[in-house]
């Protein structure tokens, strides 16, 4: 694959074909050079700029990944894969506002601001939420009454 690279120049596909071997083979770093370029010559190119992101989180580069993301949400904000990738991101930041929230999604969006604004009435007491339902699920049902607010649920 590499011989035909420098043969032809600049083969999107080749590259990105190249890429996801070395993605396969964990050679993260050639992948993302190579995609990196695919992204470069192709700025409209989807599927290389969402594996693009992918590599970016598989070298710890979260901040160019989530960029990446918010890029490709810009263009498709329905697409269920990026808006699932964009909010798993998000939330290892620790941001759970920002994952109800999806960039260049116009509907629902009172702000006007390029992001639409989703329900996040879940997110509301999530911590002493999840402690309660850990608790809950390994048995200690006493305890875990006392680790969620007051009338989250009812025992």
């Given at each position: 694959m590499r011989q035909y690279l420098l043969a032809h120049g600049d083969h999107i596909e080749g590259m990105r074909l190249l890429a996801k071997i070395g993605m396969q083979l964990e050679v993260a770093d050639d992948a993302e050079l190579l995609l990196e370029n695919v992204v470069?010559?192709?700025?409209?190119?989807?599927?290389a700029r969402y594996e693009y992101?992918?590599?970016?989180?598989?070298?710890?580069?979260?901040r160019r990944a989530r960029?990446?993301?918010e890029a490709l949400l810009q263009v498709d904000p329905g697409n269920r894969?990026?808006?699932?990738?964009?909010?798993?991101l998000c939330t290892g930041f620790g941001d759970y506002r920002a994952?109800?929230?999806v960039p260049g999604d116009s509907r629902a969006n009172p702000t006007g601001r390029g992001a639409a604004s989703v329900d996040c009435?879940?997110?509301?007491?999530?911590?002493?939420?999840?402690?309660?339902d850990r608790l809950l699920s390994v048995g200690r049902r006493a305890a875990a009454r006392y680790a969620r607010p007051t009338g989250a649920w009812q025992t």
């Open positions: 470069r010559l192709a700025p409209e190119h989807r599927a992101a992918l590599v970016l989180l598989q070298r710890h580069k979260h960029d990446e993301l894969v990026y808006r699932t990738t964009y909010a798993t994952r109800c929230a009435a879940c997110l509301e007491d999530s911590r002493p939420r999840a402690a309660g």
